[in-house]
Nanobody
Framework: QVQLVESGGGLEEAGGSLRLSCAASGRFISINDMGWYRQAPGKKRELVASITSGGSTNYADSVKGRFTISRDNAKRTVHLQMNSLKPEDTAVYYC??????????????WGQGSQVTVSS
């Protein structure tokens, strides 16, 4: 069974840094796009950053220049380095991956969610 397991997150002061990691486990052929989403209380889940298998990245305007997404294909991991944190970054962050589990079967998976709280 394919799973995404997140680690990292926590409580940080404004201006500080946190790092999120996500590891994929199970049997599959390959991982296509990976990304991080977040959901703040009372708001819709939104894309924070994404990265293709080739390393091309995309960021939400609100995090450009502050957050960096990276992945290690050999280790099946994706990371989100969050610098210059702001209180408005407070949310539950979810890892996302589109995984080819068999030829012709591309499934989407989510991590369990990691709380990030930024105090002012």
């Amino acid at each position: 069974q394919v799973q995404l397991v997140e680690s990292g997150g926590g409580l940080e002061e404004a201006g500080g840094s946190l790092r999120l990691s996500c590891a994929a486990s199970g049997r599959f052929i390959s991982i296509n796009d990976m990304g991080w989403y977040r959901q703040a209380p009372g708001k819709k889940r939104e894309l924070v950053a994404s990265i293709t298998s080739g390393g091309s990245t995309n960021y939400a305007d609100s995090v450009k220049g502050r957050f960096t997404i990276s992945r290690d294909n050999a280790k099946r991991t994706v990371h989100l380095q969050m610098n210059s944190l702001k209180p408005e970054d407070t949310a539950v962050y979810y890892c996302n991956a589109k995984i080819l589990v068999a030829f012709g079967y591309l499934n989407e998976y989510w991590g369990q969610g990691s709380q990030v709280t930024v105090s002012s």
